[in-house]
């Protein structure tokens, strides 16, 4: 690995991770670039479904989206279009461990390329870095690895955004239309996950979780709903007997933060969401089974997770693959309402 000499004012490009969590979980890593290249410019690539959270990010200076994933778009634009010439003088950053992302490095002309050594990559990389041996590690600190790698300073305190006034006065605007927001406390939940059907926990549990918000906590209980989960938030809201409120369709990923930080706490399996509502400052409680919470629980004393650690979990299924799906299942409404003591 050659050394690169960051005494030159170069522009620092980031490819992004192209989930909305492990977008929020490179908070640290962007918050430990800026302070570590004050005076630079600052460029993040991504997929245009997380643009709304970058654009909330306060040490990103330009975002780049792209928007298409096939090999000669990437070829072109990167390898003959207007990115080449933008990027060849930059230290380009890769997040995500894939081929197709070191290719993306490789493709930019990048005088430096920096990320981990993986999935045959490494000739595309200036810079390989090779995998930390604890397997068990928290993703913040697996992004921080690259920042440590090079001989840089991450930044040590808990991360968090403040929202932008004005995106924090939208999603004000909207919450004032359905609730009262001077009556507390004020819970989302989010029952969904874009990963697959093994990380939510039965539907029927979070509407009859909100029920017991409702009526023992006197909390106004909001569900919170990302594409194609339309009919799982109407699930939910049935089983509170209509006393949840669902949000579906009225928010999107740029005023979704400011939304998260008006709540009193937040409940959800391992999610985009949960990542963000930690983030913003809002306490939580989540529900894993498939994933391991050493590798992305939210930190913070404010920040309580479930996990029944069963013989078979983490399995890291998309589905899962014995049929039962104990993991969550045998999580009760109890154990939550539990966790949530600490909170309220």
Not at 97 to 102: A, E, K, Q, V, Y
Not at 105 to 119: H, K, M, P
Not at 207 to 219: F, I, K, P, V
């Amino acid at each position: 690995m050659r050394k690169i000499d960051f005494s030159k004012n170069k522009a620092q490009t980031v490819l992004a991770p192209n989930w909305i969590g492990d977008a929020a979980m490179a908070a640290p890593f962007f918050a430990s670039l800026r302070a570590n290249f004050p005076d630079s410019k600052i460029r993040v690539i991504i997929n245009p479904w997380i643009e709304g959270l970058f654009e909330n990010y306060p040490w990103v200076d330009e975002i780049i989206k792209l928007d298409k994933n096939s090999f000669w778009y990437l070829f072109k634009i990167f390898r003959f279009g207007k990115f080449r010439k933008k990027l060849s003088s930059d230290n380009f950053w890769l997040l995500p461990n894939s081929f197709r992302s070191g290719l993306i490095g490789y493709l930019s002309g990048a005088e430096s390329r920096i990320g981990y050594s993986t999935n045959f990559r490494k000739q595309l990389l200036t810079n390989p870095i090779f995998l930390p041996e604890n397997k068990s590690q928290n993703l913040m600190d697996y992004y921080l690895g690259l920042i440590i790698a090079n001989g840089l300073s991450p930044v040590s305190e808990r991360i968090s955004i403040k929202i932008r006034d004005d995106l924090l006065q939208v999603s004000r605007n909207m919450l004032e239309k359905l609730v009262d927001l001077s009556k507390r406390p004020l819970i989302g939940i989010h029952p969904g996950a874009f990963f697959g059907s093994s990380k939510t926990w039965n539907p029927k549990n979070f509407g009859l979780l909100a029920e017991r918000l409702t009526d023992y906590q006197g909390a106004k209980v909001l569900i919170f709903g990302g594409p194609g989960e339309k009919e799982l938030t109407e699930i939910v809201v049935k089983h509170s007997k209509g006393k949840a409120l669902n949000l579906y369709g009225r928010d999107n990923l740029l005023i979704l933060p400011g939304l998260l930080s008006m709540l009193d706490a937040f409940i959800s399996g391992d999610t985009g969401p949960l990542h963000i509502a930690s983030l913003v400052g809002t306490p939580t409680v989540s529900i894993f089974g498939p994933t391991d919470p050493k590798l992305t629980a939210p930190r913070g004393s404010r920040n309580f997770y479930i996990y029944e650690n069963l013989d078979c979990s983490p399995c890291f299924k998309r589905v899962c693959p014995l049929h039962h799906h104990d993991c969550m299942e045998k999580i009760t409404i109890s154990d939550v309402e539990n966790k949530l003591k600490n909170i309220l």
